[in-house]
């Protein structure tokens, strides 16, 4: 089992509409969270970086949740754009080892 | 200033053929590290460096897969005798300091990797 597990596995929206993915992890000792956003054909570019006494961080549009008591993460994004289209990475470090999710891929319909 | 640039961006070969990736990451950056990334999945770690030291290597899939970092800047993962379930997407991502820091990881736009 994925000690990173995302959900859902893909998402559609119609632009300008909001929506939230999950992230749940399993990763102990915790040392920091991160969401990215993965364009087609390039690397990871990273959105928010979340450290254990952070429970919400903002970049823009797009908003990260941390819970670290129930180990769960959430990206909310606002007024969707079909820019936005995308796979949408969580990914939790421990000290010694960086564990990523699968991803979300999303997809804005115009 | 200038990204973490990969090379080849893309790069086909025939199966049991050598092949050799390059990763120039952003200057000054201790931590190097290198990724997997199979269709439609989240990257998977290979290896990592923290300047030329190759502090963890856990993720190589096999013996046929090799990295280097000799100066502590450009690094080379080579594959040798190539399969075809080495098809992927091998990114390359350095980071001011050490991993497990809050500090961001930058990543290269990758190299596509087909076997035949």
């Known amino acids: 089992k994925n000690q990173v597990e995302q959900s859902p596995q893909s998402l559609i929206i119609l632009e300008g509409k909001n929506c939230t993915l999950q992230?749940?992890?399993?990763?102990?000792?915790?040392?920091?969270l991160r969401w990215y956003k993965q364009d087609t054909g390039r690397g990871p570019v990273s959105l928010t970086i979340?450290?254990?006494?952070?429970n919400t961080k903002s970049n823009g549009r797009y908003t990260a949740t941390l819970d670290a008591d129930t180990k769960q993460s959430s990206l909310h994004i606002t007024a969707s754009q079909l820019s936005d289209s995308a796979s949408y990475i969580c990914?939790?470090?421990?000290?010694?080892?960086?564990?990523f999710g699968k991803g979300t891929r999303l997809h804005i319909l115009p | 200033g200038a990204g973490v640039s990969q090379s080849p961006r893309y790069k086909v070969a025939k199966r049991g053929q050598d092949v050799a990736l390059r990763c120039d990451p952003i200057?000054?950056?201790?931590?190097l590290f290198w990724y997997q990334q199979a269709l439609g999945q989240g990257p998977e770690f290979l290896t990592y460096?923290?300047?030329?030291?190759?502090?963890?290597k856990s993720g190589l899939p096999s013996d046929r897969f090799f990295a280097e970092r000799p100066e502590g800047s450009v690094s080379t993962l080579k594959i040798q005798r190539t399969q075809q379930e080495d098809s992927a997407v091998y990114l390359c991502?350095?980071?001011?300091?050490?991993?497990?820091?809050?500090?961001?990881?930058?990543f290269g736009p990758g190299t596509r990797l087909t076997v035949l």
């Open positions: 991502a350095s980071s001011l300091i050490w991993m497990g820091g809050p500090n961001e990881q930058f």
């Open positions: 992230c749940n992890y399993t990763v102990s000792p915790f040392s920091n």
């Open positions: 979340m450290t254990f006494s952070e």
């Open positions: 990914v939790v470090s421990r000290d010694d080892k960086i564990i």
């Open positions: 200057s000054g950056h201790v931590s």
């Open positions: 460096f923290q300047n030329e030291a190759q502090l963890d």
